[in-house]
């Protein structure tokens, strides 16, 4: 896939000034800039994140409201249920409160709604089950419940207080709740809107020690909330939002925290997981967080909870090789459905008329149709949803492309669809199956309205032009500072002009789909690679221009510099 190249205006000027007050390089002031990074105690406190920077959680929308629920629970001895979901988030986020209710002294109880029986949040199904299971007057909902209107109008009826602690957007009229924490609520001030639920549940941890250690709790004045933090880099992650402002503080620290935690569940899912390292982004993202995945994408998430919530390594190992295998169940269901997917879609993709690609086929199982989805925009770069399931319902998620909002474009189709919701760029949907093509011809009449056909080719945004002698294993050191990079503090990307093939390249892997080559400007060489080349890639003849991502290779005990290939061009002449 080619990319539309975005470099980023250079400031040298104002990079230079920034450098020599602060001390650091200007490649990496550069960098700093190109993230809305501009003043120096702004740079500052980006560059050394710090919990002191935290905001006070009581500025949240109607957190004061929630503590005061659940003290007066706490003084008369009422239990609760946490009413999680089944996505990393959600069990991170219900481990994490239940590990911190019940150490302040509260009975606490809690449910995992399954993915096949009970469908998405809060449904009837669901919470007619956990009352079922767990007949309480308080139910805390969280990383969902903010648009399940009829579910808490019932369980109002049935005399139960309903907390709301979510970060997905808030239906119109909002859910009657008795306190609905929700940064999207948010209008001014200190914005909290990036934060996922195990963010919030960290702030809900935060403010119940706050207020305990103000009561003089004995419980509260000796609960140190920074070993939640593993919990939180984990949901913070996984779920994909933007690792900036607290987000970022919450997940710099917390990946600290799970490089030496000693919870017996992490270590056994580490081992499995065959992770080593120093834990970053990619070793939660790609290692940790699909194995957590894996029980509630095929079935029950309470699986993924008892680990992370287990007492010795001995009853964790056990567990985490129950999710291994069924990680390797996942990966093997999701492989036949997207390959029969982009099969399919391959064979009448028009590319000028289709802007948003729709697939459903009875029996794909709903576990997985999100990560498909995934795949299908990595492939053809169109906005993508994809359901299946069973019977005259079929539910399904969608993955977007920069600039279409994919929750909104559902809103515009909400007379065809049985329930939807979600963020700009994932959703998720139900919909009876006689209705998929009008579905689909509206969603695509919707996207060729708000679509810019520029739009429907990827961009490659690029920090800096460099000359390859700028990229050492100590500059690669200094850039390790703005990590963890993800989604709104995206990994650095460069573009090396006017650069030659120095030897002939190499083929790599089993089925020699990656190539190895070494490009030089006439100064420097250095080993670049290019994963996921495939068998017959068009490769770079004569001089050319390369965007790649630097970084360190580390073989038999040996550090290098290489150069991970995004893409390249032909010099343009003249």
Same mark, same amino acid.
């Given at each position: 896939m080619k990319f539309r190249w975005s470099l980023a205006p250079s400031q040298p000027l104002l990079a230079g000034q920034l450098a020599t007050e602060l001390k650091i390089p200007p490649l990496l002031v550069q960098c700093l800039l190109n993230r809305g990074l501009s003043e120096p105690e702004a740079i500052r406190n980006f560059l050394e994140p710090r919990l002191k920077q935290l905001a006070d959680p009581f500025l949240l929308p109607n957190m004061a409201a929630a503590v005061d629920r659940l003290f007066a629970a706490r003084e008369r001895n009422e239990p609760l249920v946490i009413f999680g979901d089944y996505d990393v988030d959600g069990v991170t986020s219900t481990a994490l409160l239940t590990e911190t209710l019940r150490g302040l002294g509260w009975t606490v109880h809690y449910y995992l709604p399954h993915r096949m029986d009970e469908g998405y949040g809060l449904s009837q199904d669901g919470v007619e089950n956990c009352l079922r299971k767990f007949p309480v007057t308080l139910l805390l909902a969280v990383d969902c419940g903010s648009t399940?209107?009829?579910?808490?109008?019932?369980?109002?009826?049935?005399?139960?207080?309903? *907390? %709301?602690?979510?970060?997905? !957007?808030? =239906?119109?009229?909002?859910?009657?709740?008795?306190? *609905? %924490?929700?940064?999207?609520? !948010?209008? =001014?001030?200190?914005?909290?809107?990036?934060?996922?639920?195990?963010?919030?549940?960290?702030?809900?941890?935060?403010?119940?020690?706050?207020?305990?250690?103000?009561?003089?709790?004995?419980?509260?004045?000796?609960f140190d909330v920074r070993p939640l933090l593993d919990f939180v880099a984990l949901g913070t992650i996984a779920d994909l939002v933007p690792l900036t402002g607290e987000n970022r503080i919450l997940v710099s620290i917390g990946l600290e925290r799970l490089s030496s935690t000693p919870r017996p569940g992490l270590v056994a899912l580490k081992k499995v997981a065959q992770v080593t390292s120093t834990m970053g982004a990619y070793e939660v993202g790609f290692q940790l967080a699909p194995r957590l995945n894996a029980a509630g994408r095929l079935e029950n998430a309470e699986e993924a909870l008892h680990l992370l919530m287990a007492p010795d390594v001995s009853t964790a190992m056990p567990i985490a090789e129950s999710l291994d295998l069924r990680n390797r169940e996942r990966q093997k269901i999701e492989r036949g459905i997207a390959e029969e997917v982009i099969g399919a879609v391959r064979a009448k993709f028009n590319p000028e008329t289709d802007f948003v690609i729709v697939e459903g086929q009875l029996l794909w199982h709903i576990g997985v149709v999100g990560i498909v989805a995934s795949r299908v925009v990595q492939q053809f770069y169109r906005p993508t949803i994809i359901v299946g399931g069973e019977g005259g319902e079929w539910r399904g998620s969608g993955r977007s492309i920069f600039g279409f909002d994919l929750a909104a474009a559902l809103r515009e189709c909400s007379d065809l669809l049985v329930r939807h919701g979600g963020h700009s760029m994932a959703a998720g949907l139900t919909i009876e199956a006689e209705k998929m093509e009008v579905f689909r011809v509206?969603?695509?009449?919707?996207?060729?309205?708000?679509?810019?056909?520029?739009?429907?080719?990827p961009i490659l945004r690029l920090d800096a032009e460099v000359a390859l002698k700028e990229i050492t294993l100590d500059s690669l050191s200094v850039l390790d500072h703005l990590k963890p990079t993800g989604q709104g503090n995206s990994a650095i990307q460069l573009v090396a002009r006017n650069v030659t093939q120095a030897r002939p390249l190499q083929r790599m892997g089993a089925d020699k789909q990656h190539v190895k080559l070494w490009v030089t400007d006439g100064t420097v060489t250095h080993e670049a690679v290019w994963w996921g080349a495939g068998k017959?890639?068009?490769?770079?003849?004569?001089?050319?221009?390369?965007?790649?991502?630097?970084?360190?290779?580390?073989?038999?005990?040996?550090?290098?510099?290489?150069?991970?290939?995004?893409?390249w061009q032909p010099v343009q002449s003249g």
């Open positions: 399940a209107v009829a579910s808490i109008d019932w369980l109002r009826q049935k005399g139960v207080d309903v *907390l %709301v602690l979510d970060h997905h !957007q808030v =239906s119109t009229p909002a859910p009657a709740a008795t306190a *609905l %924490v929700n940064p999207q609520l !948010q209008e =001014s001030g200190i914005t909290f809107r990036e934060l996922c639920s195990a963010g919030l549940a960290f702030k809900l941890a935060h403010a119940l020690v706050k207020r305990g250690r103000e009561l003089g709790l004995p419980a509260a004045e000796k509206r969603l695509n009449e919707f996207a060729r309205k708000t679509i810019k056909p520029e739009e429907l080719q017959e890639p068009v490769l770079p003849v004569g001089r050319f221009d390369l965007a790649f991502a630097p970084q360190a290779n580390e073989f038999q005990g040996r550090r290098s510099v290489q150069l991970k290939v995004l893409d």
